[in-house]
Nanobody
């Protein structure tokens, strides 16, 4: 059974930084694309970033490009999201996700496995 567990969320002031972690179990995550998504209150879940199985290719939403960095440590079955220069509009529950098949995608419907989420709150 595939399980994803996020951690690292919290309350931070605007301009600050946080690093989220997502630990996976239940299969060899080094063979699959991983993604980060977020959902703000009253809004739909949206794509944030994705990383290829090897870690050699990344892709970001325009809203976070240049501020967020996605990385992975396949030896630890863990993916990270380093978030710098945080803004109040980054406030959301952040989810990591992976796909059943190793095909890159950036839509929520393409990802079958999800973590429970971690809250990030950025104060102004």
């Amino acid at each position: 059974q595939v399980q994803l567990v996020e951690s690292g969320g919290g309350l931070v002031q605007a301009g600050g930084s946080l690093r989220l972690s997502c630990a996976g179990s239940g299969r060899s995550f080094s063979n699959y694309v991983m993604g980060w998504f977020r959902q703000a209150p009253g809004k739909e879940r949206q794509f944030v970033a994705r990383i290829s199985a090897s870690g050699g290719s990344t892709y970001y939403a325009d809203s976070v490009k240049g501020r967020f960095t996605i990385t992975r440590d396949n030896a630890k079955n863990t993916v990270y999201l380093q978030m710098n220069s945080l803004k109040p509009e980054d406030t959301a529950v952040y989810y990591c996700a992976t796909r059943r098949f190793n095909i890159v995608a950036s839509t929520t419907t393409a990802y079958e496995y999800w973590g429970q989420g971690t809250q990030v709150t950025v104060s102004s």
